[in-house]
Every structure is written in structure tokens, then in C-alpha cells.
Nanobody, 126 residues
Framework: QVQLVESGGGSVQAGGSLRLSCAASGRTFSSLAMGWFRQAPGKDREFVAA????????YYGDSVKGRFTISRDNAKNTVYLQMNSLKPEDTAAYYCAAVQRLWVTPPVGSHEYAYWGQGTQVTVSS
């Protein structure tokens, strides 16, 4: 089992920045591929970003490319999501996800992730 705890959400004005953190426990963190997803009320869960075990391979959803940066610190068992130039349409609950992965490429589909955090709310006002 893997436990994931997100933090760093909050309210910010458009154009502002936030950094989300996700602390993992229960498995060797370096064996996990990590992802961030978000879900706004009435909408499907959306892929935001994913990072492979060694940080070599990173993927972003089209709506956040160039604004968000995913990173991980294997020594701290933590994955981060730096969010810049935030827009009102970024408002959502953000979820951290993990899956044990033998190869270096992380999955981008939510159904491919085995473990989920409880979510942290991000609200961007115009």
C-alpha cells in the first residue's frame, strides 16, 4: 500500500502561483511513477502531469504545458507541482496519484494509477 498526502492548495488570483506537494509513504518512492490529476465540479478527471521514477520522462496535459512543472525529490519521498500563471479554469480539486512501475515512462491515464491522495483544492479568481 501507498499513502499519499497532498498539501499546498488554496486560493489565488489569476496570474498567481501555487506549489502543491504530495508526500508518499508505504513503498519505496523511487519505484513509483507519480502523477497529478484534477477534477472540477461537473467535469471528468483531467490529466495534469506525470513523472517517471528517475525524472527522465515527464508528461503534461495540453492545458497546463508551459505553466506547470512537475518534479520529485526521491530523498524526501515527495512530488511537487509548481503552478504558474494560474487561470480561473485551473480551479479544481487536485489529486496526486502513484503506481509501481518497472519502466521509466509514467502513465497518463487515471485508470493506470493504483493509489490516490485525498485531494487539495485550488481556486483561482479572476
Amino acid at each position: 500500500q501507498v499513502q499519499l498526502v497532498e498539501s499546498g492548495g488554496g486560493s489565488v488570483q489569476a496570474g498567481g502561483s501555487l506549489r502543491l506537494s504530495c508526500a508518499a509513504s508505504g513503498r519505496t518512492f523511487s519505484s513509483l511513477a507519480m502523477g497529478w490529476f484534477r477534477q472540477a465540479p461537473g467535469k471528468d478527471r483531467e490529466f495534469v502531469a506525470a513523472i517517471g521514477r528517475s525524472s527522465v520522462t515527464i508528461y503534461y496535459g495540453d492545458s497546463v504545458k508551459g505553466r506547470f512543472t512537475i518534479s520529485r525529490d526521491n530523498a524526501k519521498n515527495t512530488v511537487y507541482l509548481q503552478m504558474n500563471s494560474l487561470k480561473p479554469e485551473d480551479t479544481a480539486a487536485y489529486y496526486c496519484a502513484a503506481v509501481q512501475r518497472l519502466w521509466v515512462t509514467p502513465p497518463v491515464g487515471s485508470h493506470e494509477y493504483a493509489y490516490w491522495g485525498q485531494g487539495t483544492q485550488v481556486t483561482v479568481s479572476s
